[in-house]
Nanobody
């Protein structure tokens, strides 16, 4: 499975961005897709995930209420709409597939594939 993330960029605090991730290859076995991020000098942080078959969603505490993850099955694409962006949202955002779902630990602990990431920079 290949994952191509896009949509990152420079945005002012309080602004919005929509990230996209297109999956290709052996996508028929995808269980869950989602996003994690990593800021310089910090560990990976779970952002959001969606259960591919039925569309259930989970969010990390840091983005809950400000972000929405969605999918478009026909295009094998997942989206992350982020609103009310904060300086601390600055990071490289990675799209990933996982065999785990239900909690951030379950998703992050069973990662299968992830892409190269897209940089999100929030300025004051």
């Amino acid at each position: 499975v290949q994952l191509q993330a896009s949509g990152g960029g420079l945005v002012q605090a309080g602004g919005s961005l929509r990230l996209s991730c297109a999956a290709s290859g052996r996508t028929f076995s995808t269980y869950a897709m989602g996003w994690f991020r990593q800021a310089p000098g910090k560990e990976r942080e779970f952002v959001a995930a969606i259960l591919w078959s039925v569309g259930g969603t989970i969010y990390g505490d840091s983005v809950k209420g400000r972000s929405t993850i969605s999918r478009e099955n026909a295009k094998n694409t997942v989206y992350l709409q982020m609103n009310s962006l904060k300086l601390e949202d600055t990071a490289v955002y990675y799209c990933a597939t996982s065999r785990g779902y239900g909690s951030s630990r379950a998703f992050m602990g069973a990662l299968e594939y992830w892409g190269k990431g897209t940089q999100v920079t929030v300025s004051s």
